[in-house]
């Protein structure tokens, strides 16, 4: 039976280190937008006032919001208006357009918070802010106002893999491992203070990508730590990565020390407390520090509870008890710091892993097109008159 005792964890809340507010990554950004006002027309000869310009984002490759940022420092965009009808020029010029580039995985919402479009790939376009209409007969000749509000421009890295765990179990270690990234490394709590994105390579050419994300930590829900802030990040990912200590977790000497299982169970219940729909994605975890002494034994002593969650949650209590368990494809146990043939065992098992659930979706889809097809076979075929 476990108990937890009445969580001293909470007894202060965790500062967010200074330099996170230089760490150079924007995840959200509002921006005030007015499309152009439309031209006058001359009534005297019927002429038409140039339409105004029109304000769109547009998706771009290795582009950041703080670009965004640093290139519209006033977060005021305003587009071009119309230029007037005159005896030169009978139809009035149209104002230019602006495109505003944003980076992938952006999705914008209105300032009532109203969802306007997402932006998943490069090249994608969303109209934020139209132009006004120029003068013309049906209007009085007068140029029409364009569209003026604010809007949120809210990224969601868009990611394969997104890794998941408390501080110092070993994420950035693997990623830098297993990747080319490079985060920060160090033996204190929340050396990720902002989401790394790494490319796995392979031999054949094939690339996965991996987010790694700021730590959580227990009761991050009430925004502890650095809070749930950075979870936004997984919901696009194909696959939860969780990595855990096999030493467990604790954040100071005042705090409750969590074994590993423990730290497993309160990392179900911030996903879950989060976002329900995060525990049905496929999810795989990492046992990571097995060169630790005793690491073995403690591993198999777990290892049976890891892959039937839902069987001890009845040990904790109903505040730290999650209502659905995460369900793992793969439960690995190794050393990302100390052996690299467990990072090429990692690899492996992740493209598999990945390579299995995308032709699963894919037969499910095919299988959605032809029970539709089959409907409309059937709705097309000739039926008797009814005798009434």
């Known amino acids: ?45 019927g002429g038409i006032g140039g339409q105004g310009g029109n304000i769109s984002v547009v998706a771009k490759e290795s582009i950041t919001l703080d670009d965004v940022f640093k290139a519209n420092r006033s977060k005021r965009i305003f587009a071009k208006d119309g230029k007037n009808s005159s005896h ?35 090249g994608d376009q969303i109209l934020v802010a139209k132009g006004g209409y120029g003068g013309h007969p049906k209007n009085g000749f007068m140029g029409k106002k364009g569209q003026s509000y604010s809007i949120k421009l809210d990224l969601k890295l868009i990611a394969d893999i997104g890794l998941v765990g408390f501080p110092n179990a070993g994420k950035s270690t693997l990623l830098k491992a297993i990747s080319h990234a490079k985060p920060k490394i160090a033996n204190y709590p929340f050396t990720t203070i902002r989401p790394n994105l790494g490319i796995i390579m392979y031999k054949d050419l094939r690339q996965i990508s991996m987010a790694d ?70 999810a795989m975890i990492i046992i990571n520090k097995m060169d630790s002494e005793g690491a073995m034994e403690t591993f198999k002593s777990i290892e049976d509870k890891i892959k039937n969650l839902s069987e001890i949650f009845k040990d904790y ?25 467990d990072i090429g065992m990692v690899k492996t098992k992740l493209r598999k892993t990945l390579d299995v659930f995308a032709e699963i979706q894919e037969e499910g889809k095919q299988e959605d097109n032809s029970d539709m097809f089959k409907k409309m076979k059937d709705d097309l075929k000739e039926r008797a008159p009814l005798l009434v």
């Open 213 to 282: 994300l700021p730590g959580l930590i227990e009761g991050a829900h009430n925004n502890r730590g650095m809070g749930h802030k950075f979870l936004k990040h997984v919901e696009r990912t194909k696959l939860l990565l969780l990595v855990v200590d096999i030493n467990g977790f604790q954040l100071g000497p005042q705090y409750d020390f969590r074994s590993c299982i423990d730290t497993i169970v309160l990392l179900n219940k911030e996903l879950e407390m989060y976002n329900k729909d995060l525990l049905n994605k496929p």
């Open 1 to 45: 039976m476990v108990f937890i005792t009445k969580i001293l964890f909470f007894a202060k809340s965790t500062r967010i280190p200074r330099q996170y507010v230089k760490s150079g990554f924007t995840d959200s950004l509002r921006l005030f937008v007015k499309g152009g006002a439309g031209g006058n027309g001359l009534p005297k000869f």
């Open 88 to 122: 030169n020029f009978i139809l009035g010029p149209p104002g230019d357009n602006i495109n505003i580039e944003v980076p992938v995985g952006v999705t914008v919402y209105s300032d009532e918070g109203k969802k306007l479009g997402e932006l998943n790939k490069e």
């Open 317 to 341: 209590p109903e505040e730290y008890r999650p209502e659905q368990a995460l369900k793992f494809e793969k439960v690995l146990a190794i050393s990302a710091k100390e052996n690299v043939e």
